[in-house]
């Protein structure tokens, strides 16, 4: 089911404070609209009812995309994910993992809104998010050795506006410094090449980040 509430915020320009409805879960069935919301980023607008200004506000919620048995977690506190962790090691009072378990559902933790609507993006554009990771430390490798003065590096995935060609965005210091396509040929290497460590796509998770994909690849984060 989808769970919402109506809390208050501050506006950051005129400093009034008014309602704003956040979700804590959204299940995609049971509210369908929710689901592009989530995807066009208007479930984290706040339009200012005083000054007008149009702002986001984070918050953590569970994404149940029931129709493909997709479950991401997007936690903002280290509270929020340890309360996470203890219900996807069994301490689940309501009994709801159990089913999750039995329908091998792909499950994740995200920390950030990008990384969430990463997710999104890659399971909706049918690929294995632990392939697209190391595509992406790939490219970031590349990118940082023609680059060796950029700092604070990430890189986000996405599909172009045709939505035909996976890409990678490289993100230096907040600011956008160039994308890149991720070739085909390159995710079929890396799947071939690593999938003997990766068990079912819908048995692993719930963290597959960069970190996850330099100790796949036998790399320590300082190199």
């Known amino acids: 089911m989808s769970s ?41 607008q706040f339009i200012c009812p ?18 493909d048995k997709i ?20 301490d689940d ?3 709801m993992m159990k089913d999750i378990n039995e329908d091998e559902y792909i499950i994740r933790i995200v920390h950030r809104r990008n990384e969430l ?5 890659i399971f909706d554009a049918g690929l294995d998010d632990r392939i697209v990771e190391l595509c992406k430390v790939h490219v970031l490798a590349v990118y940082q050795s023609e680059h060796p003065e950029e700092k604070s590096i990430e890189t986000l995935y996405y599909r172009d506006q045709a ?5 990678v965005l490289v993100i230096s210091d907040g600011q956008k410094k160039g994308m890149t396509e991720i070739p085909q040929q390159l995710y079929d290497d ?10 079912e796509l819908r ?9 996850w994909a330099l100790k796949v690849m036998g790399v320590r984060p300082e190199e």
């Open 163 to 167: 939505g035909n060609r996976n890409c």
């Open 203 to 211: 048995k692993d998770g719930p963290k597959i980040d960069c970190g």
């Open 117 to 121: 609507l990463e997710k999104i993006e």
């Open 4 to 44: 919402k509430r109506e809390i208050q915020v501050t506006c950051p320009k005129c400093g009034k404070n008014s309602p704003f409805t956040i979700w804590s879960s959204i299940n995609t069935m049971v509210d369908p609209a929710m689901k592009q919301a989530v995807r066009d980023r208007s479930a984290f």
């Open 93 to 95: 009072p309501m009994g």
């Open 71 to 90: 479950m991401i977690y997007f936690v903002d506190s280290a509270e929020d994910e340890k309360a996470v962790e203890q219900i996807l090691a069994g």
């Open 50 to 67: 005083d000054c007008g200004l149009k702002t986001y506000f984070d918050y953590g919620f569970q994404y149940h995309q029931m129709e």
């Open 190 to 199: 890396l799947k071939e090449k690593y999938s003997w460590k990766l068990p």
